[in-house]
């Protein structure tokens, strides 16, 4: 189970402590410092909370004339009015100040709430589904020659990541937790293609998952399901856009699989302008064609 500090540090919840000073009392408010009279709060809001305390605080134990009355009064006089404070700067906030015994209670429970979700991301497969990306995002930047966090970090992150969404304060799917966690977003990216033959121009989509500047060796891999033989890159304009559409060369050399009209018709509407008159003599799109929503290998 993890401990209940790290818990609510991962939850965005902070501790403010009353710190005897000799025969004075300070508000503090730093780091994850506490002890049994801690008070705990929305971290975003603790160190104004503190500051506007603080500030309270002084104007009740200190004259008008300056001098400091905090040795006319005893040290539980002066805590309560130390909490006095403290509660009016998070009314003033809008925010709740729980005691420190309430606050451990309740990060026990959510702690075992995590241990139990945890498990059932096991069972599901999406543990397992976080550490292939992590290895694929992990090869992705020594490719680039990047570094990237180390798996304990990355767990570390996913568990603060799963607390943050318990508690509330977003919500997202088990894929969406693992792309953020990752930071998928800005090394990977989301592209669409459809696999197409004979006379059907929709075709079936898919989608796949590669890094933002995909690697010829990348796509090779996703067009293997598709295509028989080396896949072989011609750029197309479709729906106004330019794409790139895949065929495999040894079809196209054979001429044995069947011809692709949708292909065909594609491929010649983008180089008619450009070739009226040797673009006829081109043989026909034969075979499966995979074409992308976009350029994914762009060509110098």
Not at 233 to 250: A, K, L, P, T
Not at 265 to 281: G, K, M, T, W, Y
Request: positive net charge; hydrophobic residues 40%; glycine residues 6%.
């Amino acid at each position: 189970m993890m401990p209940f500090v790290e818990y609510l540090k991962a939850a965005g919840i902070a501790p403010i402590t009353l710190v005897s000073c000799g025969e004075s009392i300070a508000i503090q408010g730093n780091g994850q410092r506490y002890d049994s009279g801690s008070l705990w709060t929305d971290a975003r809001y603790r160190r104004r909370i503190v500051c506007r305390a603080t500030e309270q605080f002084r104007r009740e134990v200190v004259g008008h004339d300056g001098v400091e009355q905090q040795q006319a009064l005893k040290q539980q006089a002066l805590r309560q009015r130390a909490l006095a404070a403290l509660d009016l700067a998070a009314t003033h906030y809008r925010m709740r100040l729980t005691p420190h015994d309430v606050i451990v209670g309740r990060a026990t429970q959510m702690s075992l709430q995590l241990d139990h979700c945890l498990e059932e991301m096991a069972a599901c497969g999406t543990l397992k589904l976080f550490h292939s990306e992590y290895a694929r995002c992990r090869k992705l930047n020594l490719n680039r020659g990047a570094g990237y966090m180390n798996f304990v970090t990355a767990q570390r992150r996913f568990r603060f990541a799963l607390i943050a969404r318990l508690v509330g304060l977003h919500q997202t799917t088990d894929r969406g937790l693992i792309e953020k966690v990752l930071g998928m977003n800005t090394l990977c990216k989301q592209y669409w293609y459809r696999v197409v033959e004979g006379t059907n121009k929709v075709g079936v989509r898919h989608q796949v998952t590669m890094s933002v500047q995909p690697t010829e060796a990348e796509v090779f891999a996703v067009l293997k399901s598709h295509l028989q033989g080396t896949p072989f890159q011609i750029m197309i304009i479709d729906d106004g856009n330019s794409c790139d559409m895949f065929v495999s060369q040894e079809e196209q050399q054979a001429k044995t699989a069947p011809r692709n009209e949708c292909a065909t018709e594609l491929f010649l509407a983008h180089h008619n302008a450009d070739h009226p008159r040797s673009i006829r003599h081109r043989p026909a799109i034969h075979g499966p064609a995979v074409i992308f929503d976009e350029i994914v290998l762009p060509t110098n």
